[in-house]
């Protein structure tokens, strides 16, 4: 059974950068042709995707709207992958989530969030 | 960008009421791109429906989708108290690009 969990600080000062790694078990980073993404969801508000990678081609794609402050990586030998968001404001405030792709259309597992305040 | 619309914004029902919840999309998307989640409180969504009338694994047949063009439903036939919380629809557009609508909240009555 394929398990997610994202990891990183729970608060994060503006105008630094955001870093979490989603560690995954039960699945490998390396093989198979799967997506894997990054999605948060600011209290109350709706979900909005991030970014994510293609396990075979390791090609990513980003949110336009986010593109110019995102990175995904991955670490196949740690079989994690990673979100850096730079530059963060208040508005950056939100539970963070990754998650496994259900073909490319939608997604299949998630991890269980990891709530990262933007605050001095 | 594709934008998604729910509606109604919060449904007030009973067990073992039908729950009609509707999301509309801004521009026609293919079926095959509109999914389905169930979100309660302090949880990550859980795909319900995909493909707009697919269930994915392990999920009820009390739930169904339904709908193509710019009008999707997902109706849950009969509800059980673990259903209420809050629904959300998501396609996938080009770009590539996911987006979500606000989300319905099915309340207890």
């Known amino acids: 059974q394929v398990q997610l969990r994202e990891l990183g600080p729970r608060l994060v000062k503006p105008s630094q950068t955001l870093s979490l790694t989603c560690t995954v078990s039960g699945d490998s980073l390396s093989s198979g042709g799967y997506y894997w993404s990054w999605i948060r969801q600011p209290a109350g508000e709706r979900l909005e995707w991030i970014g994510r990678?293609?396990?075979?081609?390791?090609?990513?794609d980003y949110n336009p709207s986010l593109k110019s402050r995102v990175t995904i990586s991955v670490d196949t030998a740690k079989n994690q992958f990673s979100l850096e968001f730079n530059s963060v404001t208040a508005a950056d405030t939100a539970v963070y989530y990754c998650a496994k792709g259900a073909g490319s259309v939608a997604f299949g597992v998630w991890g269980q969030g990891s709530m990262v305040t933007v605050s001095s | 960008e594709i934008v998604l619309t729910q509606s109604p914004g919060t449904l007030s029902l009973s067990p073992g009421e039908r729950a009609t919840l509707s999301c509309r999309a801004s521009q026609s998307i293919s079926r095959t791109y509109l999914a389905w989640y169930q979100q309660k409180p302090g949880q990550a969504p859980r795909l319900l429906i995909y493909g707009a009338s697919n269930r994915a694994t392990g999920i009820p047949d009390r739930f169904s989708g339904s709908g193509s063009g710019t009008d999707f439903t997902l109706t849950i036939s009969g509800l059980e108290p673990e259903d209420f919380a809050v629904y959300y629809c998501?396609?996938?557009?080009?770009?590539?690009?996911?987006?979500f609508g606000q989300g319905t909240k099915v309340e207890i009555k």
């Open positions: 990678f293609f396990s075979s081609s390791g090609n990513t």
């Open positions: 998501q396609q996938f557009g080009s770009s590539p690009q996911y987006t």
